[in-house]
């Protein structure tokens, strides 16, 4: 199975920059697609990034581009967030997620995932 670890959260004010961290496990994740997620207390989980293994295409959603930048690390098997310029629109808790083949928006669609991290952008 696939093991997912979140870390690098925290408490930042507008307009600062915070790295979250996605560790992986597994002998077939580096063929897997990853993204984040994020939701605030009350609302549905949201899109915010994703990436493939195989082909390192990037996905953002419309709210964080520019702001915000998937990478990954294949010697480390991690994967990041990047995130630059935070609002407190961004507060909310961040999830990594994975899938052998889907790399959408749907939440749903994920087979793995991580506990959550959360991330606190004061006004």
């Known amino acids: 199975q696939v093991q997912l670890v979140e870390s690098g959260g925290g408490l930042v004010q507008a307009g600062g920059s915070l790295r979250l961290s996605c560790a992986a496990s597994g002998r077939t994740f580096s063929s897997y697609s990853s993204g984040w997620f994020r939701q605030a207390p009350g609302q549905e989980r949201e899109f915010v990034t994703s990436i493939s293994w195989s082909g390192v295409i990037p996905y953002y959603a419309d709210s964080v581009k520019g702001r915000f930048t998937i990478s990954r690390d294949n010697a480390k098997n991690t994967v990041y967030l990047q995130m630059n310029s935070l609002q407190p629109e961004d507060t909310a808790v961040y999830y990594c997620?994975?899938?052998?083949?889907?790399?959408?928006?749907?939440?749903?669609?994920?087979?793995?995932w991580g506990q959550g991290t959360q991330v606190t952008v004061s006004s």
């Open positions: 997620a994975a899938h052998n083949s889907y790399s959408g928006r749907d939440y749903r669609r994920y087979t793995y």
